[in-house]
């Protein structure tokens, strides 16, 4: 779905929103008190030029989404911009796992990755409930020099992360669209 014309989004400015739509000016403010500096002449053709709402957002410690949503629905859009979001999700959810499967055979395996021929396998995918703490136990089973094969169906990039500060050295391999297997070796 292409953006609805007239559309408020976080690529636009403070101040192109606010000479478009003056009335925003009060939403602002009453979003936060921090854009009460909108009234001030000299910072609102300044600042507010350069400034992008996806910023303002975070000036404001508001929800980038939430604040677009008020702003639309101030100008009689929420509904529009509320379709217009719903219809991204689909866009965002495949950025997303392109993002966590980039880690995957992006490279070289490391020089131990031969002694994974012995490591023990741990198949997540077949524990009942959170496995979060089964396999930091098998993990923690661990000797220096040994190492372990976690399958799972998705890169566990936290997990990966964790064992890493526990001294352990990972490669990630996608073996299929369910089976994702990360080699650990505990350096």
């Known amino acids: 779905m292409e953006k609805p014309e007239g559309l408020i989004t976080e690529e ?18 009453k979003i936060s008190p921090k854009y009460k500096r909108l009234y001030n002449p000299v910072l609102f053709n300044i600042v507010a030029k350069v400034t992008k709402l996806k910023k303002a957002a975070e000036v404001g410690n508001i929800y980038i989404k939430e604040f677009l949503y008020q702003l639309n629905s101030a100008i009689g859009k929420g509904g529009e911009f509320l379709n217009y979001f719903k219809s991204q999700i689909p866009k965002m959810q495949e950025e997303f796992l392109k993002k966590q499967f980039s880690k995957v055979d992006n490279k070289s395996k490391p020089d131990w990755f031969e002694k994974s021929v012995s490591f023990k396998i ?5 524990i009942k409930g959170e496995p979060f703490a089964h396999i930091i136990d098998f993990a923690n089973s661990m000797n ?16 990966i992360n964790y064992l890493e500060t526990l001294g352990f050295e990972s490669y990630t391999e996608k073996i299929n669209e369910n089976e994702i297997r990360v080699y650990f070796f505990k350096r």
Request: proline residues 8%; glycine residues 6%.
């Open 12 to 29: 636009d400015t403070v101040y192109d929103v606010i000479t478009k739509y003056p009335q925003l000016k009060e939403v602002l403010v």
């Open 122 to 126: 741990l198949d997540a995918r077949e």
């Open 144 to 159: 220096k020099g040994e190492g372990f094969i976690l399958i799972q169906s998705f890169v566990p990039a936290p997990m």
